[in-house]
């Protein structure tokens, strides 16, 4: 059974950068594809990244194009999402996921994820 485990959220200020990490487990972490989700108060979850299972390539929501990027590390099970020139509308509590093996990487729905981690919170003041 696939298991996720985020770490590295917390409070920053505007312009910071944090990254956070994600440990997977309970499966053969290089055949899938994985992604990462935000959920601000109030508001749908978001899709924010995802990185392929294949070439490790990525793809990134508009939103944080330019400032945010994702990658993996399959020696250690772990894929990341670096965040770079943080803003208040980034807080959120960020979710990382797995999808199916061999799948689409290139997928921005909740429903391609089957694994999910229990979330770490992300808070940008102003």
């Known amino acids: 059974q696939v298991r996720l485990v985020e770490s590295g959220g917390g409070l920053v200020q505007t312009g910071d950068s944090l990254r956070l990490s994600c440990v997977v487990t309970?499966?053969?972490?290089?055949?899938?594809?994985m992604g990462w989700f935000r959920q601000a108060p109030g508001k749908e979850r978001d899709f924010v990244g995802s990185?392929?299972?294949?070439?490790?390539?990525?793809l990134i929501a508009d939103s944080v194009s330019g400032r945010f990027t994702i990658t993996r590390d399959n020696a250690k099970n772990t894929f990341y999402l670096q965040m770079n020139s943080m803003k208040p509308e980034d807080t959120a509590i960020y979710y990382c996921?797995?999808?199916?093996?061999?799948?689409?990487?290139?997928?921005?729905?909740?429903?391609?994820?089957?694994?999910w981690g229990q979330g770490t919170q992300v808070t940008v003041s102003s």
């Open positions: 996921a797995s999808g199916r093996r061999y799948g689409n990487s290139r997928s921005s729905e909740r429903a391609d994820y089957v694994g």
């Open positions: 990185v392929s299972w294949s070439d490790g390539t990525a």
């Open positions: 309970g499966i053969t972490f290089s055949d899938y594809p």
